[in-house]
């Protein structure tokens, strides 16, 4: 049962260039979504989030856009830099239904090349 | 910055045998969590935890798991009976409240090997 899915396991951009993650999810329920990066050996680290009433959030070089219709949101950096190579998680809660415990997805591998 | 910390880094058992994780979330935070995540598999969501008492579990959290807050510091994670199938990395994380976006802090994991 995969409420949320990252269909791509990885992807290579080149450094300055945009990186695009995207993410699908099931559940109508859910009202917020948040994307997570994690390095090898480490913890899931929070990058930013976006409300289910909300269509876009920016945070410097992140920005995340939803689109309820589609049920899918997007994940984008710009400009892309080394230290951005990492499994980026996609990541939904449904805090109006009492479940806060997140629903992953299984991550998309960056790789940003020189 | 505050962080979540998690002992032990690796744990190795037997099967059968009970093993304790450890956390120390964040010390102002009211809500805390087990993730695990088996190898090439995604993070899945075990417990959620608030006023001393469990507030959410998954299906994988069956009668062989407990979690313990057993002082004001500690958040503990209990596998009664090891089985194969257990092994896998497991997060602890924390937030200040429920009034979103407040974002779920992750302590940098125990593996645990079950042979």
């Known amino acids: 049962d995969q409420q949320v899915k990252q269909n791509s396991p990885s992807l290579s951009v080149q450094e300055g260039r945009i990186s695009i993650l995207n993410c699908d999810y099931t559940n109508s329920m859910f009202d917020y979504f948040l994307w997570y990066k994690k390095y090898p050996a480490e913890g899931p680290t929070f990058l930013i989030s976006?409300?289910?009433?909300?269509d876009k959030n920016e945070d410097g070089r992140f920005t995340v856009f939803l689109n309820k219709s589609a049920k899918h949101l997007s994940l984008h950096i710009v400009p892309s830099q080394p230290g951005d190579s990492a499994v980026y998680f996609c990541?939904?809660?449904?805090?109006?239904?009492?479940?806060?415990?997140?629903?992953f997805g299984k991550g998309t591998h960056l790789i940003i090349q020189p | 910055e505050p962080e979540v910390t998690q002992t032990p880094s690796h744990q190795v058992t037997q099967m059968g045998q009970e093993v304790i994780l450890r956390c120390v979330p964040i010390?102002?935070?009211?809500?805390f969590y087990w993730y695990r995540q088996i190898l090439g598999q995604k993070v899945e969501f075990l417990v959620s935890f608030y006023n001393n008492e469990i507030s959410e579990k998954s299906e994988i959290f069956d009668d062989q798991f407990s979690v313990e807050r057993p002082d004001g510091s500690n958040f503990t994670l209990k596998i009664r009976s090891t089985k194969l199938e257990d092994s896998a990395m497991y997060f602890c994380a924390s937030r200040p409240g429920l009034a979103g976006p407040n974002e779920q802090f992750f302590g940098p994991g125990t593996r645990l090997t079950v042979l």
């Open positions: 976006i409300s289910s009433i909300k």
């Open positions: 990541a939904a809660e449904n805090l109006r239904g009492g479940a806060d415990g997140l629903t």
């Open positions: 010390s102002n935070h009211l809500y």
